[in-house]
Each structure stands twice: as structure tokens, then as C-alpha cells.
């Protein structure tokens, strides 16, 4: 229950810790603020712009009509204009930058340094709500003055992203909590870039390798990106995963305040840990042991808990020792229902046994492919993403990501040769498996080290009894 009682102190306003080595994080595409979590990008305008011809001039501003064309120009200084302009836009915008900054094979070649130099600082630092702001909408959401429903709350945020930004609390039992609050005018401007073809574009084309005309796909896209403007789903589903992992000691998920969260207020568990960047510096062991426990995360996630969290963001990471990982931020999931949940099994259980007749089989009905070039193509790619568990051990490189992304874009060019009726739209419930895929491969390469990613797998299905 929230406290009504008039005796409880105005929370304290105090100044992020400096923190060693190590990120306090709780975010929504996870952006820790400046190299110790302290610093916030400052400007004269930090509100989000909401309409959609006001985001479409910005985009105009730095000479581009979609949000892939502000990443095609080859210069440091078109990099960092256009880093600025889609970390004031936020929303979809800001998503469009954060994946090309890690995604390998995303930006074309020849621009790709610049652009990933500058957009890793779109990671680093988002441009930030006022205090009164992010207060206005703890006070409106939870029901009560901000001094009674923390003993201790910073003003200033710890991380910031696309949806919300993150703040450091206390609780009046002493509990320290992360709180994740929507920034103002961002539901309005997350529907106006719904809306617009330059800004949706780039994302639904990332997800389903091509410029996307079905209306199914678009459909499903809009209905994930609007749940993550919703807390309270989030909460439901960040609980989830703490059950299908509850029992792992290399797994960690910050448990939900449910009393302090809403829809545009979430309040877990402060989370602590070092970095993808810093962990990449850490032995082999310790980056094997690592990977290992990313794997488990999402395909145990997958195939036993049937949700797939669909991004991973290199924020939403934080590393302990011996494998230890927290993960955070679970306002993208997609459920695995029915049919798809038994085919999808039945791929890596097929993949497991290096069946190749009979992983082309559950392929083939996961895509709903109906022969030809197109369903040899979708097959041959599906192939590859498994390599990792087909090939195990195995090291996935920076090269091997790349080069899904640059198969899945020739994919795209073929299609307009295809013999009509022959290309079938991704399926429903598919659209975000390629960012999965594209991205947590880049994260993975990071790490630099060879796993046995299939004994991982066998080892989590036998638990649950599906090998």
C-alpha cells in the first residue's frame, strides 16, 4: 500500500555515487549516463517532440527522409548531428540509432566507424527529462507525493534511453531501488512515428529483412512497440522470467516493487555489475562462463519459459564473476504460443542431433514457406543463425553477425526476382526474432570466445524434461 501518513521526511535530493568500475542500470534500451553513470546530456530543448511533421523536420534537418538515410553519410560530423537529432527525438527514432550502434553489418559499409563511434554515445548518454517532469508523473501514477513514497529520491538520472530514464531511490524499509520513468510526451511521439513510414521503415525492414508491405507484420510490430510504454506489462513479464530462472545462481533479474509501479513507473531491485565493454577485457574464462549464461538466458527463455525477450541491447547486460549476469529491461517480449512454441523446439532439438533433413522439416512449417527459391533461401538462413549450435563449440565473431545481416539484405534484393506467389511475409510472432538474433550475436562477438552452446542447450532441456 502507498503511505498517506504526514510524518514521513521529503526525500533527500542527492548526487549519483561515483561508482567503481561498475553500472547501477535499470532501463528501457539500457544508456548509463556518461563513463561512471553520472554525466546528463544537457540542451535547450530536452523535450521530446511529438507531432509527426515536427519529427520528420528533424530528420529533414540533417538532409534525410528516413531514419536509415541519417546514418548512410560517410563523415564524423554527420555521425555526431545525427546522433544529436535522434537522441532528442527518442522513441523509435533513438531505436533506430541504439541497434546500429551495435549491431555488426547493419550500417553500410564505408560508414560504419564514424557512425558507431558516434552513436556509442547515444548509448552512453540520452538527453534527459527535468526533475519536476519525471516528479509530475511519479506523483500522478503511484498516487501520492514523492516524499511519501520514497524515503530518498535523486533527481538527477543514473541512465536514460528511448522510453523513460532511470533514477536511484530508497525505500522507507531501506531497500535501494532503481525507478524507471516514461519521458514525458513519449507515448504521443512513439504513435506518430507508428504512423510514419520514415520512421518505421528502418525498424520493420531490420526485422523482416526487406521493405514490409503486409499489413500483418506491420500490425504486429506497432502492437510490441506500444507494450513497451506499458509498465505494468512489463512488470508481469519481468516476473516471469524471475520464474523460469529462479533456480539458476548464474541468473539474476531485479525483483518488481509491485506497490511503486505502474504504467509509466517501474521500480525493481538496484542492480549492479560491470559492462559488456568491461567484461570483454576480463579473461577467457570469465567471458566463457559469461557466454555461456547469456545463452541459457534466452533460449531457456525461448523453449521453456515460451516468451523471448527481443532485445539485447548491450545495456541490458551487467556481469558479475564466474558467469553471473543480470538482465534487465523486459519491455519487448514476444510470447511463443502454440504451433510455433512445438516447431521452434523441434529446430534446436534437430540442430542439437545435427539432423539437417529434419531441422529444413520444422523450418519449413515455423516459416510457412510454400517451396521454390524463397523457402530454399529462408531455409539456407535459418541454417546459418543455427551454426552456433550445428558447429559447437563455437566462436561467434563480429564477421559471422555481420554477415547474417548482409545474407538477410541479399535475401531482401532477391525477392523482387522471385516467381509470383513464391515469397511468403514473415509469420506472425516472427517479426522480432531476427532482432534477436542479429543482435545478441553482436553482443556475443564482443566477447570474443568459443562455447559449447549446444551442451548449454542440452543441459537446460533435460532439466525440464523436453530432451
Not at 517451396?371 to 566462436?395: L, T
Request: glycine residues 10%.
Amino acid at each position: 500500500m502507498i503511505a498517506t501518513g504526514g510524518d514521513l521526511p521529503h526525500p533527500k535530493v542527492e548526487t549519483p555515487r561515483r561508482n567503481q568500475g561498475s553500472r547501477l542500470a535499470l532501463v528501457c534500451d539500457n544508456a548509463p549516463l556518461g563513463s561512471e553513470g553520472v554525466g546528463v546530456r544537457m540542451g535547450k530543448d530536452r523535450k521530446v517532440p511529438q507531432g509527426r511533421l515536427a519529427r520528420l523536420a528533424l530528420l529533414a534537418s540533417v538532409g534525410a527522409r528516413t531514419g536509415v538515410g541519417i546514418l548512410t553519410k560517410d563523415s564524423q560530423g554527420a555521425a555526431e548531428r545525427a546522433t544529436e537529432v535522434l537522441g532528442r527525438m527518442r522513441g523509435l527514432a533513438a531505436k533506430v540509432g541504439q541497434i546500429a550502434s551495435y549491431v555488426d553489418g547493419l550500417i553500410p559499409e564505408g560508414g560504419s566507424e564514424p557512425f558507431q563511434r558516434a552513436l556509442a554515445s547515444l548509448r552512453e548518454s540520452a538527453m534527459t527529462s527535468t526533475y519536476g517532469e519525471v516528479r509530475s508523473i511519479v506523483e500522478e501514477e503511484l498516487g501520492g507525493p514523492i516524499d511519501r513514497l520514497y524515503a530518498s529520491f535523486e533527481e538527477m538520472p543514473f541512465a536514460s534511453a528511448s522510453i523513460g530514464q532511470v533514477h536511484r531511490a530508497t525505500l522507507h524499509d531501506g531497500r535501494e531501488v532503481a525507478v524507471k520513468v516514461q519521458h514525458p510526451g513519449i507515448a504521443k511521439a512513439v504513435d506518430s512515428d507508428l504512423k510514419s513510414a520514415a520512421l518505421l521503415e528502418p525498424l520493420a525492414s531490420f526485422a523482416a529483412g526487406r521493405k514490409v508491405d503486409s499489413k500483418l507484420v506491420l500490425e504486429e510490430m506497432a502492437l510490441r512497440l506500444r507494450e513497451e510504454l506499458d509498465y505494468a506489462l512489463e512488470a508481469e513479464r519481468q516476473e516471469h522470467f524471475r520464474k523460469v530462472h529462479w533456480n539458476d545462481p548464474k541468473i539474476r533479474i531485479p525483483a518488481v516493487v509491485g506497490d511503486r509501479s505502474k504504467s509509466r513507473v517501474l521500480t525493481t531491485e538496484l542492480a549492479s555489475g560491470v559492462t559488456l565493454d568491461d567484461l570483454a577485457t576480463r579473461p577467457e574464462a570469465d567471458r566463457r562462463a559469461s557466454a555461456e549464461t547469456l545463452w541459457r538466458f534466452v533460449f531457456k527463455g525461448n523453449l521453456v519459459g515460451r516468451m523471448f525477450n527481443a532485445d539485447p541491447h548491450p545495456g541490458n547486460y551487467l556481469f558479475g564473476e564466474d558467469g553471473v549476469v543480470t538482465f534487465l529491461d523486459f519491455g519487448c517480449v514476444e510470447p511463443i504460443v502454440g504451433d510455433r512454441w512445438e516447431h521452434a523446439l523441434g529446430l534446436h532439438k534437430a540442430a542439437l542431433r545435427r539432423d539437417e533433413d529434419a531441422f529444413a522439416g520444422f523450418a519449413k512449417k515455423l516459416l510457412h514457406t510454400r517451396g521454390g527459391q524463397w523457402e530454399a533461401m529462408a531455409i539456407g538462413f535459418s541454417r546459418s543463425c543455427f551454426e552456433p549450435i550445428f558447429a559447437s563449440p563455437f566462436k561467434v565473431t563480429r564477421t559471422f553477425a555481420a554477415g547474417l545481416v548482409g545474407k538477410m539484405k541479399e535475401m531482401g534484393k532477391n525477392v523482387r526476382k522471385l516467381p509470383p506467389g513464391e515469397y511468403v511475409p514473415v509469420p506472425r510472432g516472427m517479426v522480432f526474432m531476427n532482432r534477436l538474433q542479429f543482435g545478441f550475436y553482436s553482443v556475443l562477438a564482443r566477447l570474443d570466445v568459443e562455447a559449447d552452446y549446444a551442451e548449454v542447450e542440452r543441459r537446460f532441456l533435460r532439466e525440464a524434461d523436453l530432451l
